[in-house]
């Protein structure tokens, strides 16, 4: 049972999903950047009470499903998502699902995800793949985080389709419902709608750990880790906010990255000059997510480590949130035609 | 980024995949390229890693010292919180804190003992005597 698929390897998980199901149902023109600017993934979140693996919580992206959940409502494509209480449920479900030729998206935990490497594996439930097929007693396995495709036993995906902890997928599957006819006026209409709820997503939210009121409250948080978890500690945390900001192709800089290019391919749809002007402006910003990791690495690899070097890096944070600022204010400044 | 500024450095993921990268060419547009990973991201999981084998080492240290149960060894073996651990046992937190001091686990029945063992992998003769073998 093998289902005709073809396998795009992605820079993040959720957009690759999302991009590689939807060309299964007929829907060729979603691209990464598209899924990600469409699906209004780009965030910040800071999580002040809750920690991760001893660290701090911090999102660069929206909560994982949202992506495929919103790209799809806004393309006007029914969606199947299931979530299971019982384990052969879950597997029954996903068996006529291929049945009936459907690639279906899991959401899944990578700690026991066998293909990782041992350095990836940590209890994250928010990892994406596609199931296309079974030969025999594996799962045929498409991960958009990989170049090549791969596979997993029953027992091997049916643990972490049930992994517990934070974000447990609970068995969670997805699809789009049917083949699709997309035009160009509603990838028009849905770049737009994207733009619009980023804009509010990153401007908007009157808490200052969300958005870049979050961005820059980061930076100021870290400038007083230093005193408030002594050296070695705070350089652990540091160390975990490059990882959540830069791991697997995605991460602050990445996915600034994939906006820029999602402001490019909307240029596309919409002639607006503007687009490419702001682009830039995320490439600037991405450019100095990863400066301000390379200063992180310095404090976190022993080279430097003073107050200063704290300073300098919250004040990198804090003038990353100035210039996304820009961006965003002039996104919602746009002449819409 | 530039595309011909995408690091090329070595790190974990590479032993499985190149991840792909977002970068603009020479005219300003956009494109995608392979990377190998990047020295930056890599040392700092480098230094999670660094951290979690001392968090075991001292782990195991407080249990030879009977200051803790095994449990508190294979939770941090496992990275796993309590809240993790009682997702996967099924106790409830504070069942769990108790079965963390050294005198309570030692009367835990056979019953709950599976329980634990099946939740880090192990046997059970194994969970008492914080023998590993990795699978």
Request: net charge positive; with cysteine.
């Given at each position: ?313 919250g004040d990198q944070l804090i003038e990353i949130a100035a210039v996304e600022k820009k ?11 | ?40 991201k890599a040392t700092a999981l480098d230094v999670a890693w660094k951290d979690i084998e ?82």
């Open positions: 049972m093998k289902i005709d698929f073809e396998h795009l390897q992605a820079a993040h998980c959720e957009n690759g999903v999302t991009t590689n199901l939807l060309r299964s149902v007929g829907v060729n023109k979603i691209t990464e950047p598209l899924s990600f600017g469409i699906g209004s993934g780009i965030f910040f979140i800071y999580l002040p009470f809750l920690k991760i693996n001893n660290g701090p919580a911090v999102a660069f992206r929206t909560m994982p499903g949202l992506i495929f959940k919103r790209t799809c409502k806004s393309l006007g494509i029914p969606v199947v998502r299931k979530k299971f209480s019982s384990k052969e449920q879950a597997e029954i479900f996903l068996e006529e699902c291929l049945e009936a030729g459907h690639a279906v998206g899991c959401q899944v935990g990578v700690y026991y995800l066998t293909y990782f490497p041992k350095e990836y594996r940590f209890h994250f439930n928010a990892h994406n793949l596609i199931v296309y097929g079974r030969e025999d007693d594996n799962y045929l396995v498409s991960d958009p985080i990989m170049e090549n495709v791969t596979t997993l036993s029953r027992y091997e995906l049916e643990r972490v389709r049930f992994a517990k902890g934070a974000l447990a997928p609970r068995g969670q599957l997805y699809y789009p419902k049917e083949n699709t006819v997309v035009t160009d006026e509603q990838i028009s209409a849905a770049i737009k709608h994207g733009i619009k709820k980023s804009v509010n997503d990153m401007l908007r939210i009157p808490f200052p750990i969300a958005g870049i009121k979050g961005i820059a409250g980061t930076g100021k948080k870290i400038k007083k880790w230093r005193d408030q978890l002594g050296p070695q500690k705070a350089g652990l945390y540091l160390a975990q906010l490059v990882r959540m900001q830069e791991e697997i192709g995605t991460g602050g800089g990445g996915f600034r990255y994939i906006y820029g290019a999602f402001l490019q391919e909307a240029h596309a749809y919409h002639p607006i000059d503007e687009l490419l002007e702001i682009s830039k402006i995320f490439t600037h910003s991405g450019d100095l997510w990863r400066n301000a990791a390379v200063q992180a690495a310095g404090i976190y690899k022993g080279r430097i480590g003073s107050q200063h070097d704290f300073n300098v890096m961006a965003f204010q002039a996104l919602s400044q746009i002449k819409w035609r | 980024m530039k595309k011909d500024e995408i690091p090329q450095d070595n790190g974990a993921l590479n032993k499985l995949t190149k991840e792909v990268v977002y970068a603009v060419d020479n005219t300003g547009k956009y494109v995608t390229e392979l990377s190998t990973g990047w020295d930056i001392e968090r075991v080492a001292a782990a195991k240290q407080k249990v030879i010292n009977k200051e803790a149960s095994p449990l508190l060894y294979f939770m941090e073996l496992r990275l796993m919180d309590i809240g993790i651990v009682a997702a996967y046992t099924g106790f409830w937190k504070w069942t769990i804190k108790q079965h963390l001091k050294p005198a309570v686990f030692e009367k835990l029945s056979e019953k709950k003992l599976q329980q634990y063992a099946t939740a880090f992998n192990v046997s059970i003769a194994d969970l008492k005597t914080m023998n590993v073998h990795e699978d």
